[in-house]
T-cell receptor, first 116, second 114 residues
């Protein structure tokens, strides 16, 4: 089945550690996104990428980094500079606007990151 | 970042009741999307709206793109226990640029008592 796979489902981080969250999609989408969700809040955009080897900061990029070496993959690294990393992280993908504008984003099942 | 005004924040209803929730903005939108999120899962797209005035159904769900392009509502008829979850509206701003960035509402928590 086509879809977006995020792993792991749960992740624990010690203070001062970097951790990397995986996101893979087989929908042949050019655009991919990372969101952070905190309890009782909507989704906030961390980073997005419209094409391989290119990515842009979203609204809350500080303390995070990404790479986009392959169309199918968009890993997110939560660095030690992110002071409040405990949250639910969601990856999404869509048809890119250079192909068709205003396309819905489709989401993975998320990774819950907690600090030990 | 900008967020949409979504209401109500939460609803607690009996099975079989109809439900209505809405999103409003001071800005004009090109699309309105409605997602449902189950606990511990990612949001799933329910309905996508692309034209002002458009009314679209998906089973017991009906959503409309407001004529002013600044609002949208979602109705659920004859609610059942599996309708429980958080419902989010989202949309593309009219002048959002070539980024496909979505603006999200803060969500409506729906609880259905059997």
């Amino acid at each position: 089945d086509g879809g977006i796979t995020q792993s792991p489902k749960y992740l624990f981080r010690k203070e001062g550690q970097n951790v990397t969250l995986s996101c893979e999609q087989n929908l042949n989408h050019d655009a991919m996104y990372w969101y952070r969700q905190d309890p009782g809040q909507g989704l906030r955009l961390i980073y997005y990428s419209q094409i391989v080897n290119d990515f842009q900061k979203g609204d809350i990029a500080e303390g995070y980094s990404v790479s986009r070496e392959k169309k199918e993959s968009f890993p997110l690294t939560v660095t030690s500079a992110q002071k409040n990393p405990t949250a639910f992280y969601l990856c999404a993908s869509s048809i890119a606007p250079f192909r068709q504008v205003n396309q819905p984003q489709h989401f993975g099942d998320g990774t819950r990151l907690s600090i030990l | 970042g900008q967020q949409l005004n979504q209401s109500p924040q939460s609803m607690f209803i009996q099975e079989g009741e109809d439900v209505s929730m809405n999103c409003t903005s001071s800005s004009i939108f090109n699309t309105w999307l409605w997602y449902k999120q189950d606990p511990g899962e990612g949001p799933v797209l329910l309905i996508a709206l692309y034209k002002a005035g458009e009314l679209t159904s998906n089973g017991r769900l009906t959503a409309q793109f407001g004529i002013t392009r600044k609002d949208s509502f979602l109705n659920i008829s004859a609610s059942i226990p599996s309708d429980v979850g958080i419902y989010f509206c989202a949309g593309h701003l009219r002048y959002g640029g070539a980024t496909n960035k979505l603006i999200f509402g803060t969500g409506t928590l729906l609880a259905v008592q059997p």
